[in-house]
């Protein structure tokens, strides 16, 4: 199935190549009814529509995880630091105005399941089996590995483990990615199914 954007991606703020778009789309259409998507790192919603999508097709759900207080490079003075997102009242990044407002003009109010708190939080109580996790949250190395720890066990067999900004080389982009990427590969219990420009699909066996 052609995956058709219920609104132009490339006008949406968010780090998220159209290739990339694509295919999480297709993993989430395949996965997605076998078990809900749960997605880390949601920002201002762009792959949570393309997995929202695939999800609406198969009457699923995608869980968007985020605090809404971006990662250390959307700080101020940092690199991705967007003043548009910046809360003065509270002198905070706040992203959640704007996921909310892409997420209703996607037509994804009924399948999109914000779940705003940090990634550690969201796991404590955690009990449902899912077709897809997808990882794309804070990419120091303490938060990818608390992400992967925290979230992996709970996919099921067959399903979709997705992980963003894989650079094998370090001149390219940061490496926790990566690390956790070679963590699952490790653990035999992931076989690497495509590359997708920085995109990596594994399935869990
Ligand atoms: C690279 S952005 C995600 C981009 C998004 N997937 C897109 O399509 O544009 C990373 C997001 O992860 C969130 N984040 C970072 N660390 C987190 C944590 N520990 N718990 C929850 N969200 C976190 C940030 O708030 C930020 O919105």
Redesign the pocket.
């Known amino acids: 199935m052609q995956f058709i954007p219920p609104l132009d991606l490339d006008q949406?703020?968010?780090?998220?190549a159209k290739d990339e778009a694509e295919a999480l789309f297709q993993a989430a259409l395949l996965t997605s009814k076998n078990g809900p998507v749960l997605?880390?790192?949601?920002?201002?919603?762009?792959?949570?529509i393309c997995l929202g999508m695939a999800c609406r097709e198969n009457g699923s759900s995608v869980f968007a995880?985020?605090?809404?207080?971006?990662?250390e490079e959307?700080q101020q003075g940092e690199y991705f630091h967007d003043p548009d997102l910046y809360d003065p009242g509270s002198a905070q990044?706040d992203?959640f105005r704007e996921f909310r407002r892409n997420i209703s003009a996607a037509g994804l109010d009924n399948t999109v399941v914000p779940i705003v708190?940090?990634?550690?939080l969201?796991a404590r109580h955690w009990n449902t089996p899912l077709g897809m996790l997808?990882i794309?949250?804070?990419?120091s190395l303490d938060?990818a590995l608390?992400?992967y720890r925290c979230w992996v066990g709970h996919l099921l067999r067959g399903g979709v483990l997705a992980i963003?900004?894989i650079f094998p080389d370090a001149a390219k982009g940061g490496q926790a990615p990566y690390a956790i990427l070679r963590m699952a590969l490790n653990s035999g219990l992931f076989e690497e199914t495509a590359r997708v420009n920085s995109l990596a699909l594994l399935r869990r066996l």
């Open positions: 949406l703020k968010g780090f998220l997605e880390i790192g949601s920002y201002c919603g762009k792959s949570t995880l985020d605090h809404h207080r971006g990662s959307h990044v992203t708190a940090a990634s550690e969201a997808f794309d949250g804070g990419h938060a608390a992400d963003h900004d």
